[in-house]
């Protein structure tokens, strides 16, 4: 299908001159014997691009503090605990901060020796050379990790260091991020949607002609926890506490911004398709929509309306376990708003169904004809950033820039890094995946699962892993299947700043990588899908041999391809050719710091979502396809259908009887990024153990208290956790914590650091996709709970099977009572 989109439009953003704006303030300045540099953070480690303001005190070259900038149009001062405890993760103990080397046979073994950088970097290089020039650059994957700064580059690792289409986000179903960005990129044309909270103004709540939303919807999304991937979850409170408005959450379970909201819809697990249909349902019956609006920018409305009738509210009340006057109430107070916003989170991503439900959602977001509205949910510029530095970013393929600057692959195929023909014939899954594929250029995790272990259609032999931890608690199902898988390669390395499962289990060197506050490089919200600000990352100290992920990319790059890579003798020069290029110099954005975005409202009828200027959406009718031919396309419904959980007691009555739970997992918790962090005595004490959530009735059920230790299995698996017992839950419905390990157990095989015994992901099988290749069960898994005997405590062998190294057991304790290590964390917490 033609698009009818084949370039794209860049953001157009103010050009401040130095010393124009008063209020920005220099990147670092010295106060007695401290510099204190201002800076965004990002990554590592782990979080997603929201660019807090940070101020980190230098003394002698170390770091001695790390507060919030008050400059910072956003944060304005404010900082969760993780980059509270800066200074603890970026001096520990185990960080990994010079490159490091071991014996292929000594793999799963810790008999890691130090190595210069250009031995390391030769060896990768040697390995790649050797395997390119025998199998073929395509029997090479890079894989990378969940909303970090490595996102940008491993994409780049493959196609411009090795010349390989096969990028890997091991996630089953590409469950985070990619389903709704493919319902963006599908129905809108690309622009991620997200609430209005003034974040693109320097005046913000003072901004003439903003408006606060009278309703914000939830569903499926506590941004509180992580503020993902570029909304600010305080900013939300500020919204309830200075303007009044109001929350509607959708969620199985009653959180913290739940419990202050206007309705909480505790939804079955799996079943928001069916609610959200129902809602469309209500508010067309009711009127409830902006006809005018629809009849101007929509295509397909009266096809989606039919559609939904067959989900009146009755049928979904009855399909989602929700009251039918809760629903009807709920969307009411959604439709009545002027004006309203939906965020939407995880919970759409890690669904088969999820695709489906994206559509009903953004059909929510735009019928009320607040899309791109004070107040509303807002959209990103024509250009969502993907085409320069995230090549997984929401534009089709067909869309992509042409620009020998800007895109990953057309620099790869103009400089003979790789050739078209291996990019459209060597990708695995998108021949069964077309849709993953278009989107976010990287092979299909399940089925480069399957190729690994059948090597079929072709055998692969190497492996980089760019802040990627395929076989440990945080990304991949069934991650004893790629333990086995990857552990069989001939030769794998990896880009971290600690040592993890992945590492340990298969990999031959590894590379230090700086962390945020460490090396230059530019942090933009949404990965600039809907940009709010642009902000410097800007080096304050150096620590150990550590690089960042550019430096050490250009280092291997050379050695491969010197003729694209010997043009950059420095980070700056790649920034400013791959990164910065149609922005700003980087050296102007790290003395300003903050560049706001100050992108206008009502795009769409400005011109300034086409790439042809003209008013509309760039989608095939320059419209909102809520009739959407793009999935039409790829051969799937073009309206939005209910499908039930594949793994459910209703669907499985037989299996059901023996796992009658249903779980979810995934939750934030703000003192971990996935699986990060657990080696940081600050954060750690604040969730020492993983928790499991129960309702109290099934509490009672199943014999459980608070404090025990239980065991969750699956069809899949058996793991264990340590009760908490919440009235806040749904009946029926278990939250298992994910991510957890214990850096502080032995570390070689087979225990792995604790791998395998909390590992909520062994639960969880692959290739439970939806039709175009999305979503998995992360969200909808039939499970049995059971209390594990012995009721010793946490260091109790016969309560739970986990063991702390006595070296280690003070630090990690459980406390009734528990102080913070140190004043700062004290003083977020009092707040």
């Known amino acids: 299908m033609d698009s009818g989109r084949k370039s794209v439009r860049r953001p157009e953003l103010p050009t401040i001159a130095r010393g124009e704006e008063e209020t920005v303030t220099e990147r670092k300045r010295e106060e007695g014997e401290e510099t204190i540099f201002r800076t965004c953070a990002w990554s590592p480690p782990g979080c997603h691009p929201v660019g807090c303001g940070l101020q980190v005190h230098v003394k002698d070259g170390v770091v001695v503090e790390v507060e919030g900038d008050p400059e910072h149009p956003i944060t304005k001062g404010a900082l969760c605990p993780r980059c509270l405890a800066l200074t603890e993760y970026v001096y520990h103990e185990d960080r990994i901060v010079h490159p490091m080397k071991r014996a292929r046979e000594d793999r799963g073994l810790d008999k890691w020796e130090s190595c210069s950088w250009e031995e390391a970097t030769d060896l990768v290089a040697d390995a790649a050379r050797e395997i390119i020039e025998q199998y073929g650059a395509e029997t090479i994957c890079v894989f990378g990790g969940t909303g970090r700064e490595a996102n940008y580059w491993y994409t780049q690792w493959a196609n411009l260091v090795f010349g390989t289409p096969n990028a890997v986000y091991a996630q089953a179903g590409w469950s985070c991020y990619g389903p709704r960005i493919s319902n963006t990129a599908f129905m809108l044309g690309g622009g991620y949607p997200e609430i209005d909270y003034a ?17 914000v919807v939830c569903w499926g999304k506590e941004p509180l926890r992580s503020n993902p991937d570029g909304m600010y979850g305080h900013a939300l409170i500020e919204m309830m506490r200075q303007f009044g408005t109001k929350v509607i959450c959708v969620d199985p379970r009653i959180h913290w911004l739940g419990s202050r909201s206007e309705i909480v819809l505790q939804v079955n697990p799996g079943t928001d398709t069916a609610m959200a249909m129902a809602w469309i349902y209500v508010m067309d019956k009711e009127g409830l929509v902006d006809r005018e609006w629809i009849d101007a920018w929509t295509y397909g409305y009266d096809e989606l309306v039919e559609r939904c009738q067959t989900m009146p509210p009755s049928k979904a009340a009855e399909i989602c376990g929700v009251p039918e006057d809760l629903i009807w109430k ?7 708003a002027r004006p309203s916003a939906l965020a939407w989170g995880l919970a759409v991503d890690e669904n088969p169904n999820g695709t489906q ?5 953004i059909a929510l977001m735009t019928i009320t004809g607040f899309i791109d509205a004070p107040g509303g949910t807002t959209l990103g510029m024509g250009d969502d950033g993907g085409n320069r530095v995230h090549d997984g970013g929401g534009i089709d393929a067909s869309q992509r820039i042409e620009d020998e600057n800007d895109s990953t692959l057309m620099l790869a195929l103009k400089n003979g890094i790789m050739t078209q023909e291996m990019w459209d014939t060597k990708r695995i899954g998108v021949d069964k995946y077309p849709a993953v594929g278009s989107i976010m250029w990287t092979a299909h995790p399940d089925e480069f699962l399957k190729a690994l272990e059948t090597e079929q259609p072709y055998k692969v032999h190497m492996a980089g892993f760019v802040s990627s931890n395929p076989v440990g608690t945080a990304i991949s199902a069934e ?12 030769f794998n390395y990896a880009c971290d700043c600690f040592m993890n499962p992945t590492i340990m289990s298969c990999c031959d060197v590894v590379f230090p990588v700086a962390s945020t506050i460490e090396h230059d490089g530019m942090v933009v919200t949404h990965y600039a899908s809907n940009a709010s600000f642009y902000g410097a990352q800007n080096k304050c100290v150096q620590v150990g041999e550590c690089k960042s992920d550019i430096e050490i990319m250009m280092m291997v790059g050379k ?16 920034d400013n050719f791959h990164v910065m290029r149609s922005w700003l110099p980087f050296r102007e954005l790290r003395d300003k710091v903050v560049v706001m975005s100050e992108e206008p409202y009502y795009k769409y009828k400005i011109g300034k979502l086409r790439p042809d200027g003209q008013p509309g959406f760039p989608t095939t009718t320059g419209r909102v396809e809520l009739y959407s031919l793009m999935y039409q396309n790829w051969g799937e419904d ?6 039930p959980p594949v793994y459910s007691p209703g669907a499985l009555p037989e299996l059901g009887r023996e796992y009658p739970l249903m779980m979810i997992t995934g939750a934030r918790q703000q003192e971990f990024f996935h699986s990060e962090h657990k080696q940081v005595p600050s954060l750690r004490q604040l969730t020492p153990w993983p928790m499991v959530d129960i309702n109290v009735y099934d509490a009672e059920t199943y014999g459980i208290e608070e404090g025990d230790w239980v065991e969750i299995s699956s069809p899949y698996g058996s793991i264990r956790q340590l009760a908490r017992v919440v009235p806040t839950m749904k009946k029926g419905v278990v939250h298992c914590m994910h991510g957890f390990w214990y850096p502080e157990e032995n570390g070689e095989v087979p225990n792995l650091y604790g791998n395998w015994k909390s590992n909520v992901n ?3 099988p692959n290739s439970v996709n939806g039709k175009l290749g999305f979503g998995n069960t992360f969200k909808q898994m039939m499970v049995s709970i059971k209390r594990v005997d012995g009721r010793g405590g946490p260091n109790d062998p016969d309560a739970n099977g986990i063991v702390l190294e006595p070296s280690r057991q003070e630090e990690f304790t459980v406390q009734q009572t528990w102080r913070p290590a140190d004043e700062s964390t004290a003083v977020y917490l009092q707040k």
Request: proline residues 8%; glycine residues 6%; charged residues 25%.
């Open 559 to 574: 050695k491969l391809h010197p003729g694209f890579w010997n043009r950059f003798e420095t980070q700056e020069d790649y």
């Open 638 to 643: 073009p309206l939005p259908y209910y499908e």
């Open 357 to 361: 439900l994206g559509q009903c959602l």
């Open 479 to 490: 991650p004893q299947r790629w333990y086995k898988a990857l552990k069989q390669l001939d």
């Open 762 to 764: 062994m639960l969880m």
């Open 199 to 215: 974040q693109k103004f320097a005046d913000r709540y003072e901004h003439e002609g903003w408006v606060a939303p009278e309703v």
């Open 330 to 336: 709920a969307a009411r107070m959604y439709g009545s």
